[in-house]
């Protein structure tokens, strides 16, 4: 078989992996009887797919060298059998599943043998994939073993499931997420959503007036020690927070960043880096401005003062592409749900609502937007998973209450666990 050949064959099973994989992974959130069961087929799957698009991807660059007529050893009829059979038993489990609901009883005694069959064979496939990846590879040049197993291993790492809200640990004080890596716990990135001044302490209120004088005023050390305050004194990053007002005047409020006035005074570039590196969002927009436009990022100001020497350093590094559309789809969905949750507390205290676009430029971690109730810390974990959004609300309903949801671009359900792949 000829590399073109293999390239496109290998593009239909992949495409019936996705498939299977987004059904699976619906089952496994929804069901807790069936996460641990489908857990390894899952991973299984994810994995396979992952290593069929380095066989793809490999067998197109083939075709551009003088190996593009090297005859590529690979029987895939028996996967092909297994993708048929894989298939048909993530549809089988779906249907069985809509037809109760969340109430399901899918009998996982029975259920158990055969998700150990595709395990099993996806296994051995998986081997038979690798040893291809391998030979071609090496025999034509285009990479060595050790590059070989390099991608191999990146495509394991990226097939592992994870349960993104574990890594958070909320007390009253303080949100901290879990680092994959170490081990180490950081403070969770918080969205402000209280920006009125009738909402908040005196003695808060007054701090965070003093940051917004400083950022106005480019008075950059006393911004960055006043950063560090109010991380010690209330546990919080302010390093996006806008200037408060009085609830009269919330429709007026600018939503001017201190990295929005750091490209305004063209601050010193090493300025510029120390607030990305504690957090300032590069995508975040204002809401008015007496420039070109009012909905403006920090790197449109610097073009607007031709601030060239900020020009890269204020430009979005996107870690997470996601669509235009899809992210406004997305923020109405959660701010739906948020107003159903909360009512005329939204209206009330005019509060702020999470700008999905923010989440475009994290690593994989949730944000926290914090919600001030009798109840304590009430709030919302949120982290995007592909095109869609987990949410996790804590103590919104009650004490010691979790709920978590998956949001697509159509739809808001509620989900029994949040899964994910690694990255």
Request: with cysteine; proline share 3%; net charge negative.
């Amino acid at each position: 078989m000829d590399p073109v050949t293999l390239a496109t064959l290998v593009g239909s099973s992949i495409y019936s992996l996705i498939d299977v994989v987004k059904l699976l992974k619906g089952v496994a959130e929804t069901v807790k009887d069936a996460r641990e069961d489908l857990g390894e087929l899952l991973r299984r799957s994810e994995r396979t797919r992952n290593i069929l698009e380095l066989l793809r991807i490999t067998s197109r660059e083939l075709d551009k060298t003088r190996f593009r007529d090297m005859n590529l050893a690979m029987d895939l009829t028996k996967f092909e059998q297994t993708m048929k059979q894989l298939l048909n038993f993530a549809r089988d489990v779906v249907g069985k599943k809509a037809k109760v609901g969340l109430a399901v009883r899918l009998n996982w005694v029975t259920k158990k043998s055969e998700v150990k069959v595709l395990s099993d064979r996806m296994a051995e496939h998986e081997r038979e994939i690798l040893d291809v990846l391998m030979i071609v590879n090496t025999a034509s040049t285009l990479r060595t073993q050790s590059e070989v197993e390099r991608m191999a291993q990146r495509a394991v790492d990226r097939s592992e499931l994870q349960r993104p809200f574990d890594r958070l640990t909320i007390t009253v004080d303080s949100v901290q997420t879990k680092s994959e890596e170490t081990d180490d716990f950081t403070s969770a990135r918080t969205w402000l959503g209280y920006n009125t001044i009738e909402d908040l302490p005196e003695d808060y209120v007054i701090l965070r007036k003093e940051l917004s004088d400083a950022a106005y005023w480019g008075e950059w050390n006393k911004l960055l020690n006043i950063l560090k305050e109010g991380r010690e004194r209330y546990n919080e990053s302010w390093v996006n927070a806008v200037r408060m007002k009085t609830r009269e005047q919330a429709n007026n409020m600018s939503f001017w960043a201190p990295l929005h006035q750091a490209a305004y005074w063209r601050a010193p570039v090493d300025v510029v880096r120390k607030l990305i590196d504690l957090g300032a969002s590069r995508t975040l927009r204002s809401r008015w401005s007496d420039y070109t436009y009012l909905d403006m990022t920090p790197l449109e100001l610097a073009h607007e003062f031709e601030a060239s020497e900020l020009y890269d350093i204020l430009s979005p590094v996107i870690r997470h592409p996601v669509p235009t559309e899809t992210l406004a789809l997305l923020e109405t969905q959660f701010h739906s749900l948020i107003r159903a949750d909360l009512g005329a507390h939204v209206e009330n205290h005019r509060l702020y609502l999470p700008v999905l676009e923010v989440l475009t430029e994290l690593r994989d971690e949730p944000m926290w937007f914090p919600i001030k109730s009798t109840l304590s810390a009430a709030g919302y974990a949120y982290q995007l998973d592909g095109r869609d959004l987990l949410v996790r609300s804590f103590n919104v309903h009650g004490t010691n209450e979790q709920r978590t949801y998956r949001i697509t671009e159509e739809e808001c359900f509620e989900i029994d666990e949040a899964l994910m792949f690694g990255a």
